[in-house]
Antibody, heavy 119, light 110 residues
Framework: EVQLVESGGGLVQPGRSLKLSCAAS????????MAWVRQAPKKGLEWVAT????????YYPDSVKGRFTISRDNAKSSLYLQMNSLKSEDTATYYC????????????WGQGTLVTVSS | DIVLTQSPVLAVSLGQRATISCRAS??????????MHWYQQKPGQQPKLLIY???NLASGIPARFSGSGSGTDFTLTIDPVQADDIAAYYC?????????FGAGTKLELK
């Protein structure tokens, strides 16, 4: 059974940093692209970052480019999101997601971790 | 960016058909491949993949869910609607980056 378990969320002040983690199990982690998708309170979904199987390629929307960094450790079956220069608009539940085998949709999702950016 | 437009709310009776639409600001199809996908999200839960590439049912999803469409207009159909289907439904395109989502349609009971 595919399992994705996020951790690392919490309350952080504007301008500060936070690092999220996602522990994966139930599949061969190194074979799949992975992603982070976020959801602001009572709002819709926003793709935040994607990383290739080896970690050599990363992709971001303009809203987080230059501030967020996605990374992975295939030996530990773990995915990470380093978030710097946080803004109030980054407040959201952050989901770890596994890309599908054959394309850029999200076949499996974790339960999410809440990040609140506030002074 | 490709903008996906969904109606905010759809009210339906149990046992009836629900038709949820998603319109893209530009085509999300390449040749015959329609790069539109659908997710279900129940309150307090993570999203779940329902349909990929417009019409393919994801693993474990009941056959009362189906998807159709091409180009800019896509539809998710639930027939018949059951109580367990009350949730928000999101479309997502993977035609180009950034991979955008619609704002979601909340399925409610009449």
């Amino acid at each position: 059974e595919v399992q994705l378990v996020e951790s690392g969320g919490g309350l952080v002040q504007p301008g500060r940093s936070l690092k999220l983690s996602c522990a994966a199990s139930g599949f061969t982690f190194s074979n799949y692209y992975m992603a982070w998708v976020r959801q602001a309170p009572k709002k819709g979904l926003e793709w935040v970052a994607t990383i290739s199987t080896s970690g050599s390629r990363t992709y971001y929307p303009d809203s987080v480019k230059g501030r967020f960094t996605i990374s992975r450790d295939n030996a530990k079956s773990s995915l990470y999101l380093q978030m710097n220069s946080l803004k109030s608009e980054d407040t959201a539940t952050y989901y770890c997601a596994r890309h599908a085998d054959a394309g850029d949709w999200f076949a499996y999702w974790g339960q999410g971790t809440l990040v609140t950016v506030s002074s | 960016d490709i903008v996906l437009t969904q109606s905010p709310v759809l009210a339906v009776s149990l046992g009836q058909r629900a038709t949820i639409s998603c319109r893209a600001s530009q085509s999300v199809s390449i040749s015959s491949i329609n790069l539109m996908h659908w997710y279900q999200q129940k309150p307090g839960q993570q999203p779940k993949l329902l349909i990929y590439r417009a019409s393919n049912l994801a693993s474990g999803i009941p056959a009362r869910f189906s998807g159709s469409g091409s180009g800019t207009d896509f539809t998710l159909t639930i027939d018949p609607v059951q109580a367990d289907d009350i949730a928000a439904y999101y479309c997502q395109q993977s035609r180009e980056s950034p991979h955008t989502f619609g704002a979601g349609t909340k399925l409610e009971l009449k």
